[in-house]
Structures are given as structure tokens and as C-alpha cells.
T-cell receptor, first 114, second 117 residues
Framework: AQSVAQPEDQVNVAEGNPLTVKCTYSVSGNPYLFWYVQYPNRGLQFLLK??????LVKGSYGFEAEFNKSQTSFHLKKPSALVSDSALYFC????????????FGSGTQLTVLP | GAVVSQHPSRVICKSGTSVKIECRSL??????MFWYRQFPKQSLMLMATSNEGSKATYEQGVEKDKFLINHASLTLSTLTVTSAHPEDSSFYIC?????????????FGPGTRLTVL
């Protein structure tokens, strides 16, 4: 069965510093990987996705993620964090051949300190 | 583009009543919509996949007679929580797929906070 893990419940980073939110996946085939962000009492906003091609994917709001097949990871990164980046971040995976359903990680609360 | 709306954003109801939640794709047509449930400080759990013009596909453990899903058009899916009870209180989020096939992207609505007294 496919799964995705976000090992950190909480990440704190100072404003202006680089941030990383970790995600690892476990699938038997080729994964399609997604990052979403959720602000309080709101739905999820799509940030970026990896389907194929370049391992470094650039997305919305200056975020990027690197697909690493050997480490089965898809970490979310941003060179310089903003206070407004503080939110709940979800990694998700869709398995090749699945019925378009997403499996979500447990979420990581990012707090950017001013 | 790819905006998904939900109505209502918040609803409070008495135990035993039914509540309908609407999910609309505003600027695109969605043959497939998804309904999720999210408990506080937890991830999203897929409840069902809604396909336009056909019956919804429910995930294991989700009661189809309690959570009625209708996808009557390419821009509207509804979730009706029938005979709601306090344990049904949750944050319900829908999503709609843009594109075709396995590489499409799901765009999410803002969610509906249901509180059953």
C-alpha cells in the first residue's frame, strides 16, 4: 500500500532563513507527489507537484521541492522564509494507475518567527 | 483559475437533522470531485469519490446511506449528512480535479465546519 510520511509535526524557522519541510514516501510503482498548504479553517491550496522530468520542481509563493528517488523523499524548500508562510503543510502521493485518489501525510505545522 | 467553492462555510445543527454541503467548481468543469473529512490537528481522510452522472465510490468504513453524495453536473457535487449526530462534527473539504488522467491536480474548496449539537 502506498503511504507518505512527514516526520516532523512542527518546524520552526526564523524569518529570512531557509526552510525545509520533510516528506518521504513508500510506493511500489512510480509516484506522483504533491505539496499543499492549509491556513487555519481553510481548505488546501496547491503548491506544486512532481510528475516526471526535472527532479527540482518550482511552485507557488517561491516554494520548491526536490524529488529524490534513491531516498524516496520529496522535501519542500524555500530559500527565505516569510512570517506569512506559517501554516500547515501536507505532502500527498498518488500512485500510478490509481483512481486519481491522493494519500496525505499527517501534516507539518510551519511557524516562521519574526 | 481552478477555483472551488463550498457552501456553507459553517453550519450548526441539532442532532437528528440533515445537512447539505455544496461543492462547486467555478471556472472549470470537473468530472470527478472528492470529499474529505478532517479532524482537528489531523490529516485529510478521503470519504468518497464523486463522478458526474454516476454513483459515488465510498472508502471503506464510510456509510453511504449516512453520507449521501450527488454529482448532478460537471460543476456541482453535494454531500448530505443525514440524521447528523455529534460525532459527525468535523471539517468537510471537497476537491475537484483539473485535467485528465493520472497527472491531474486536485484543487480544494475552503471547507465546511459542521457542528452537531
Amino acid at each position: 500500500a502506498q503511504s507518505v510520511a512527514q516526520p516532523e509535526d512542527q518546524v520552526n524557522v526564523a524569518e529570512g532563513n531557509p526552510l525545509t519541510v520533510k516528506c518521504t514516501y513508500s510506493v511500489s510503482g512510480n509516484p506522483y507527489l504533491f505539496w499543499y498548504v492549509q491556513y487555519p479553517n481553510r481548505g488546501l491550496q496547491f503548491l506544486l507537484k512532481y510528475i516526471t522530468g526535472d527532479n527540482l520542481v518550482k511552485g507557488s509563493y517561491g516554494f520548491e521541492a526536490e524529488f529524490n528517488k534513491s531516498q524516496t523523499s520529496f522535501h519542500l524548500k524555500k530559500p527565505s522564509a516569510l512570517v506569512s508562510d506559517s501554516a500547515l503543510y501536507f505532502c500527498a502521493v498518488r500512485l500510478t494507475g490509481s483512481a486519481r485518489q491522493l494519500t496525505f501525510g499527517s501534516g507539518t505545522q510551519l511557524t516562521v518567527l519574526p | 483559475g481552478a477555483v472551488v467553492s463550498q457552501h456553507p462555510s459553517r453550519v450548526i445543527c441539532k442532532s437528528g437533522t440533515s445537512v447539505k454541503i455544496e461543492c462547486r467548481s467555478l471556472d472549470f468543469q470537473a468530472t470527478t470531485m472528492f470529499w474529505y473529512r478532517q479532524f482537528p490537528k489531523q490529516s485529510l481522510m478521503l470519504m468518497a469519490t464523486s463522478n458526474e452522472g454516476s454513483k459515488a465510490t465510498y472508502e471503506q468504513g464510510v456509510e453511504k446511506d449516512k453520507f449521501l453524495i450527488n454529482h448532478a453536473s460537471l460543476t456541482l457535487s453535494t454531500l448530505t449528512v443525514t440524521s447528523a449526530h455529534p460525532e459527525d462534527s468535523s471539517f468537510y473539504i471537497c476537491s475537484a480535479s483539473v485535467g485528465s488522467g493520472i497527472t491531474d491536480t486536485q484543487y480544494f474548496g475552503p471547507g465546511t465546519r459542521l457542528t452537531v449539537l
